[in-house]
């Protein structure tokens, strides 16, 4: 026997499906809703459909959007010349936010992982190399995380394209900007460490 | 005088419901019969200077049944005990949760780094399953080695994490291409990924396996005899042919679907007057092996660190005649702090044991002299 009504007990096991929302914390926000205004409720269930029915990949760099290309592939401020490979399209927002790039994108899918069974046809490298060769670029910023699969996603990309004549980087890594050398983990600390520069 | 522990309080470790121990620098001998909880406590010794246990990869075995958690506090005194430098550092473990590493209550990420910082302690064990490093598969020496290096040095320890991952997708990858699932365009890369993280592994074993050689040869020299004792590596392929030995072994690696050269199929030779003592030594050689293995291991981390690490030896006496007693219990009274059990107090000398404390078990009580009021005070 359910504990709760049979439609509380479908909201609580939905919500539990997404991630990190564990049992007790989608009972929660079940009750909450429950709790609350009901155009609350129905501004959150539009939400989530109106999601569902108008976004799609952009054509060009797989980022989301509304339209056929997102705004930043139709912004003609933007450096066209320069393309950041990103594993996923929250990836963007966290660059977007930095303020310091003007180039463009490309949403590659995730990363190269065998354990996982994805394999370049699974990601949107062959797409990038298109790219490249149709929009004259002249260099791929690669911005994979910093573990084994986004290394190695990194090392392949530079591989594909190494008879085109693009440049190809990776983002460095090293400390974290304004907090002190004594809180940094070992590691980070011992790549900034490998990674220093002359001043 | 490098660091060492005071005190160490233990909760719910093992046998033990809630005990203390007072330790002094120098010997400190457990005494016990069998079945008491010597080799516990030596145990939660480890595991409250380093954050896990080095018995067992079953961790959850360490929580006393049926309590939900493990607890062990001790006091590490820095430097000169008179300048009164102390650090309560506290380990608090509930299975299945992330562990609670405090310093002077102040949350730590890891103990190893404030080791390296020179805030806590090192320990070099030694537990009579040990033995396996010398009579043991390959991989209990690379163990004995990468656990060595990776207290010293974390970068060594993320480059041995990061080489396993990296051999893991590429088997998987050789399966893949085997049964037709991969076209096996990303095989270069792996191979590459590969060779770059095992370099780094082999360049830290390679580094080490010289001194710490000489070492054991010492070690051995004082053990067992004036017969030369010295280590080899063996290389499945060797540093500067290791892309290519890679590369040539693809074909035979997609067939067996597992990467059959790099530093996880190497071995570390342990050779007394040049014979394998892995494959020939008599069983008292490989005993006394083990046990230089041990101290080969203290003189490494002192010559790389400065600091004499805790010694924590379980029941190394019984298997030893009168004469390397004597010269083992010499050696832990002169180190900075050892932590010794044995069932039989007549192993050492009395003048020896008047000079050392001595921590009655029984039961999962701890009774020593100087502690016999049973004050608690970590």
Redesign the interface.
């Known amino acids: 026997m359910a504990t709760y009504a049979r439609p509380v007990e479908r909201l609580i096991t939905e919500l539990s499906r997404l991630p990190s929302i564990g049992p007790k914390s989608a009972q929660r926000i079940a009750f909450h809703v429950v709790r609350g205004r009901p155009e609350e409720a129905y501004g959150l269930a539009e939400a989530l459909k109106e999601v569902k029915d108008r976004i799609r990949p952009c054509k060009r760099c797989f980022n989301l959007t509304e339209e056929e290309e997102c705004e930043i592939c139709r912004d003609s401020r933007r450096d066209a010349a320069v393309i950041c490979a990103v594993e996923d399209p929250y990836d963007i927002g966290s660059i977007e936010r930095t303020g310091e790039y003007r180039g463009l994108y490309h949403v590659l899918g995730g990363s190269?992982?065998?354990?996982d069974?994805i394999?370049?046809e699974d990601l949107r490298i062959a797409e990038l190399v298109e790219r490249v060769k149709g929009e004259g670029t002249e260099e791929i910023v690669v911005a994979t995380n910093p573990n084994?699969?986004g290394?190695?996603t990194a090392?392949?990309i530079a591989?594909e394209v190494q008879e085109l004549g693009v440049r190809v980087t990776v983002l460095a890594s090293g400390l974290p900007v304004g907090g002190d050398l004594e809180y940094a983990?070992?590691?980070t600390l011992?790549?900034a460490f490998a990674g220093r520069r002359q001043l | 005088m490098s660091p060492h522990i005071r005190a160490l309080r233990l909760v719910n470790f093992r046998n033990y419901a809630d005990a203390t121990v007072l330790l002094s620098p120098g010997l400190n001998v457990i005494v016990g019969d069998n079945a008491q909880g010597k080799t516990n406590l030596l145990e939660a010794v480890s595991f409250a200077a380093t954050g896990s246990t080095p018995r067992t990869s079953t961790e959850s075995e360490v929580v006393r049944w049926p309590a939900e958690f493990a607890r062990t506090e001790m006091r590490v005194v820095l430097g000169d005990g008179a300048r009164g430098d102390e650090r309560a550092v506290a380990v608090g473990y509930a299975p299945g949760q992330r562990k609670r590493l405090t310093v002077d209550d102040v949350p730590a990420e890891s103990l190893s780094s404030y080791a390296a910082g020179g805030a806590g302690v090192r320990t070099v064990t030694f537990f009579p399953d040990d033995l396996r490093i010398v009579k043991g598969a390959p991989s209990d020496r690379r163990e004995y080695l990468d656990g060595l290096l990776s207290t010293l040095r974390p970068s060594y320890a993320r480059a041995v994490a990061e080489y396993a991952r990296a051999v893991q997708q590429r088997n998987q990858l050789l399966r893949r291409i085997r049964d037709g699932l991969s076209s096996g365009k990303t095989l270069q890369t792996w191979d590459t990924k590969v060779v770059d993280l095992g370099t780094r592994v082999l360049q830290g074993r390679a580094a080490a396996v010289g001194p710490l050689g000489d070492f054991f040869g010492s070690a051995m020299r004082a053990l067992y005899g004036s017969e030369k004792a010295g280590m080899g590596y063996s290389y499945s392929a060797p540093l500067e042919g290791y892309c290519e030995a890679l590369t040539e072994a693809r074909d035979a690696d997609v067939e067996r679907g597992t990467t059959s050269v790099g530093p996880h199929r190497d071995d570390l030779e342990l050779l007394l007057g040049g014979m394998d003592l892995t494959t020939y030594g008599s069983q008292g050689q490989q005993r006394l092996a083990t046990l230089a293995l041990k101290f080969a291991a203290r003189e490494y981390v002192r010559d790389a660190t400065g600091e004499d690490p805790v010694l924590l030896f379980d029941d190394v006496m019984s298997e030893l005649d009168g004469r390397r007693r004597e010269y083992l219990a010499e050696y832990f009274q002169e180190s900075t702090q050892a932590v010794i059990s044995t069932t039989n107090l007549e192993y050492f000398e009395e003048e020896l044991l008047s000079r050392s404390r001595v921590i009655r078990i029984s039961g999962g009580e701890i009774s020593s002299p100087a502690d016999s009021s049973g004050k608690r005070d970590v």
């Not at chain 1, 190269?112 to 354990?115: I, N, R």
């Open positions: 190269l992982s065998p354990l069974g394999e370049p084994t699969t290394e190695a090392m392949y591989q983990d070992e590691v011992g790549r």
